[in-house]
Each structure stands twice: as C-alpha cells, then as structure tokens.
C-alpha cells in the first residue's frame, strides 16, 4: 500500500472549501475522498501557521528553523563549557 501525499494547492484549497463555504467537515471528507482527521490537522496547522502552513517535504516553517539553530547553538556552548573542565580533570589526574 503506497502513502497518499497531497499537494500544499489541494489542502489550502480544502481549508479553504471548510473555512470560507462552510462546508461541514463530514461532507468536505466525503466530497474529496479523505479522512476527516486530515482535514481537521489541516485546519488547525492552517489556523496555527497561517501562510507558512504546509511547507512541503523537507521544509521547515521559520519557527522550526530557528529552533533548530537554537538547539545546535545550545549543544555547541555547552561543548565549550565542558572543555575546560575536562582538561582540568585529566591534568590533574597526571600529578596524582
């Protein structure tokens, strides 16, 4: 069985077919041919992201990105913050 992928085009355009017609979730999930969860994850990321909803494959929104910088910037100060230590440790280690 082979995964479904969905274009950014047709999930804007099903948001847009809940959100502006007022299209029930129930009959837009019948109308497309898909789950009524997608549709709802679709709404709520759209409600969350706004225009940077559905980034596409490998693609992160700005907020992902920054926090990924954030987090290897992190892991980094900390390496450097350990160094010192660790030399200390295995230079006192020689004298003993």
Request: charged fraction near 30%; charge should be positive; hydrophobic fraction near 40%.
């Amino acid at each position: 069985m082979t995964r479904r992928t969905f274009s950014r085009a047709f999930r804007q355009g099903a948001v847009g077919l809940m959100t502006k017609r007022g299209v029930s979730t129930a009959q837009a999930s019948r109308d497309l041919g898909i789950h009524a969860t997608f549709l709802l994850r679709w709404v709520r990321a759209s409600e969350t992201d706004g225009s940077a909803a559905f980034p596409g494959h490998g693609k992160l929104t700005p907020e992902r990105e920054e926090l990924g910088n954030l987090r290897r910037k992190v892991s980094r100060l900390k390496a450097e913050r350990d160094i010192p230590k660790k030399a200390a440790a295995y230079f006192a280690r020689d004298q003993l």
